[in-house]
């Protein structure tokens, strides 16, 4: 099976654009449901026509519906899902496994995709999601080729990769900036891209001067057409593009690229040219390369100098000289520049002093000589050329020719490949079978076929008369003719059996529905028939001092999530020697191929319980100790909830992305006591492969030649307003970047506890022993008397540091 050429649409325009450009598939969204809830998307009331019309071009159509839902909207969840099966939908890409389960339902025939937002990186999670009805996977965007080589061979669910596009600092499905800054949450397709803001490092409480990088959360755009054969080979079935935010040029030029590169691998064509690349990139990049295929590259991801589009280097600005009333920019070219291209001079930090225009003017072409020549631009009368601009990089924003170029491609009317046989035996009607891509269909004609008098009907009449295909989305491919010798058969009859084809290849084919109800699933999403696990606040801990401290304090229990395997393992055997002491550990939130062996330390270690922070964890969780999901694994609705508790949690921690009063709603609905709730703790905001530690205190590419600046270094980002907030890498070498505030659900305590709620936790970064003895006394007391809520949020509020925060859990409305 060959893998399929995915691209992205935001609206009609894109879509067509895909379609025109070769695309094998196109995936949109409806609005609301969908994790791109800036683009223009599709009305629910215009699917069955966008569907009509990707069909009759041979093209599937996927809908995404890749985002949590609340209890409250499962209803019209369910109606998307019965819209999309009534337009014939080939797919629809879910995150949410409560609606993975109502897509199965409702609609047993209608493919269910699992979205990257699942964050499936080893092959349990593919076959957890397999489990829930998922026939394809989108794999995280941060696995190897051999990551994927191992996950297919555990695995024979279908695999979707990105090859281009935007990449997200942070793994999907496990950012949580926008939502703790500003309560719009990239799990609902609200992503307040706070990964492409400026940030300043500070290490052990001092900044750090790096020049002119200010965006070291923003990596460059992946482009991996030259690793297209590379995926083909083990087995991806498609090959997905980002950008439902990008306009139809960046959508038409990307998907040509795709196609040419996936011929390529099939032997079809000689691949794509630079010029294929260049087109591309140009309509839209940030940098490019092969991000994590080829593996970790620390130094390479993320350059930081700039943090949006830029289009491709043409050269570096020398000087500047003004004669006769203009301002010429003097720059050694290494490409081309037109009158009409929009050129950009590189600035400062935080693109301070950076220069741009529309090209008005051009002496000489550049790129004649091998270093490149200088040329002259004049941008205009109105570009007010500063006078100290900065000699740097010129970087050439848009270029109408190339715009031009790629509409020209784009002109042709995409004509999809229609296979025919035309068949029968002497004396009966003929059958004509028609073949177009995936879709088949079967005509039997209303004429006989009977043995010529005179001239037999030849090859090259019927190839006439079954090619007048006109404007049909199709174009007659291959025919094979299976008729007896010597024979004729009515041509009028071929003609109309022509037209039966296109009509039964081009109709609709809406997906069988059941009587199953949203109201039936949430009705049926009860908690577990068995006691619900011990109260108590539980602590999670960094360091063993902080775990004694806890236990001292009188915590219930602590979890230890430690840089160092090692490290966990002394602690646990120095805390078992307190009497009565509750130690849990937690593995890594990320488990890639060959990484289930520190789940298995840790096991090892008999801990009482784990914390499940994965897919492949849930599914491969040992019942014979305590384990409880963590809020990575994304419950908001009663559908998740009673579906992770089914797979043997004790207890979940329920997902950040519920306000208060939606945290609330999900424990009144008899789920409370098996919710362990996160009082307090710093939010995780980013939770990525990528090793700022390693990246900005070393010149390593990995694990492996970095050093280990994390264990000698304590690292933070300084905001704009600057907040510092913690770095912290895991034993995995990924790095998490916290909140500087910590958020405090406290005042929620009296309502909780009325909901039945009886297990709190709290999550500790740097604290230190006498800080943990603080936390943990005072939500000690408001658990105990839930009363004294009101005034510890007082004190919290305005103790030492930067206070608390309600975070995500305030209510906006």
């Not at 935010?245 to 996936?262: D, I, S, W």
């Not at 009966?428 to 010529?452: M, Q, T, Y």
């Not at 001239?455 to 491919?477: C, I, N, Q, S, Y």
């Not at 994965?614 to 908001?636: H, I, K, M, P, W």
Request: charged content about 25%; some cysteine; overall charge neutral.
């Amino acid at each position: 099976m060959f893998p399929e050429v995915l691209a992205p649409a935001g609206d009609r325009a894109s879509l067509e654009a895909a379609v025109r450009a070769g695309a094998d598939a196109v995936y949109f969204g409806l609005r609301g449901y969908n994790a791109r809830a800036r683009a223009t998307n599709f009305d629910e009331e215009e699917l069955a026509q966008t569907i009509q019309y990707l069909h009759d071009h041979g093209v599937k159509g996927y809908v995404t519906l890749n985002t949590l839902v609340f209890d409250d909207e499962v209803a019209g969840v369910e109606r998307a899902i019965r819209t999309c099966a009534a337009a014939g939908v080939d797919a629809v890409i879910v995150q949410d496994l409560g609606v993975a389960k109502l897509a199965r339902a409702i609609a047993p025939a209608l493919a269910v995709h699992a979205s990257t937002q699942m964050t499936c990186t080893d092959a349990a999670s593919v076959e957890l999601a397999k489990e829930l009805g998922a026939t394809r996977v989108i794999l995280a965007r941060e696995l190897s080729l051999d990551d994927i080589a191992k996950i297919r061979a555990g695995t024979d669910v279908e695999v979707e990769v990105f090859v281009h596009g935007a990449l997200c600092i942070s793994y999907s499905g496990q950012c949580l900036t926008s939502e703790a800054i500003g309560g719009r949450s990239a799990n609902r397709g609200a992503c307040a891209q706070a990964c492409r803001l400026p940030y300043e490092l500070v290490v052990d409480d001092q900044r750090v001067d790096l020049g002119d990088r200010a965006y070291l959360l923003s990596p460059e755009d992946l482009e991996a057409s030259s690793i297209v054969g590379d995926l083909a080979r083990l087995g991806v079935s498609s090959l997905k593009i980002e950008g439902r935010l990008k306009g139809p040029e960046y959508v038409a030029a990307t998907t040509q690229l795709y196609r040419a590169a996936r011929d390529a691998a099939l032997g079809a064509s000689a691949g794509p040219t630079d010029e294929d690349r260049n087109d591309a990139l140009q309509t839209f990049t940030r940098g490019s390369g092969v991000g994590f295929f080829r593996g970790v590259d620390h130094q390479r991801l993320v350059e930081g100098r700039s943090c949006d589009h830029r289009g491709l280097l043409v050269g570096h600005l020398e000087r500047v000289e003004r004669a006769r009333g203009r301002a010429w920019l003097c720059i050694r070219a290494e490409a081309e520049i037109a009158r009409g291209d929009g050129l950009l001079v590189e600035g400062g930090f935080a693109s301070a002093g950076e220069f741009g225009g529309r090209v008005w003017d051009v002496i000489g072409a550049g790129g004649a000589e091998p270093n490149g020549a200088v040329v002259r631009v004049w941008l205009g009368p109105d570009a007010q050329v500063p006078p100290d601009l900065a000699r740097g990089r010129v970087f050439k924003t848009s270029a109408p020719g190339v715009e031009k170029r790629i509409r020209a491609r784009d002109a042709a009317n995409k004509k999809t490949p229609l296979r025919m046989t035309i068949s029968g035996s002497m004396g009966g009607p003929f059958v004509l079978e028609g073949a177009a891509g995936e879709r088949r269909a079967r005509v039997v004609g209303d004429g006989s076929i009977e043995a010529a008098r005179s001239a037999p009907v030849d090859e090259a009449t019927l190839r006439d008369k079954l090619g007048r295909l006109g404007d049909t989305p199709f174009e007659l491919d291959t025919l094979e003719i299976a008729l007896p010798p010597h024979v004729i058969v009515p041509l009028s009859s071929v003609n109309r059996a022509r037209r039966a084809l296109v009509a039964a290849l081009t109709a609709r084919q809406p997906v069988a529905l059941t009587d199953a109800r949203a109201e039936d699933l949430i009705r049926a999403a009860v908690p577990p028939d068995r006691a619900p696990p011990q109260g108590g606040l539980y602590v999670l801990c960094r360091t063993l001092e902080q775990a004694a401290s806890a236990l001292d304090a009188g915590a219930a229990g602590v979890y230890l999530d430690f840089l160092e395997l090692t490290g966990t393992g002394e602690a646990v055997r120095a805390l078992r020697a307190r009497p009565g002491a509750f130690i849990g550990v937690a593995p890594p939130r990320i488990r890639k191929p060959g990484e289930e062996k520190i789940d298995r330390y840790l096991a090892s270690l008999s801990p009482d319980a784990v914390l499940v922070r994965g897919l492949g964890a849930l599914r491969e969780l040992d019942r014979a100790r305590s384990n409880v999901g963590d809020f990575s694994l994304n419950v908001t609705n009663r559908i998740t909830a009673a579906e992770v508790l089914g797979r043997g949690l004790d207890a979940f921690t329920p997902s950040f992305d519920l306000d208060a009063a939606q945290l609330l709603v999900l424990a009144r609905t008899g789920f409370g006591p098996w919710m362990e709730t996160v009082l307090h703790h710093p939010m995780a905001l980013f939770h990525m492969e990528h090793c700022v530690i390693a990246a900005l205190l070393s010149e390593g590419r990995d694990y492996k030649t970095c050093g280990r600046p994390c264990e000698k270094h304590r690292v933070s980002l300084r905001d704009r307003a600057g907040m510092d907030h913690p770095v912290e890498a895991d034993v995995g070498c990924r790095n998490t970047v916290f909140h500087a505030r910590p958020q405090s659900a406290v005042q929620l305590l009296p309502e909780l506890v009325r909901a039945g709620v009886r297990r709190f936790r709290i999550e500790l970064v740097r604290e230190t022993a006498d800080d943990v003895r603080r936390l943990v006394t005072a939500y000690r007391e408001a658990i105990d008397d839930p009363s004294s809520s009101s005034r510890i949020w007082k004190t919290l509020r305005t103790d030492s540091g930067y206070g608390v925060v309600k975070g995500s859990l305030r209510v906006l409305g």
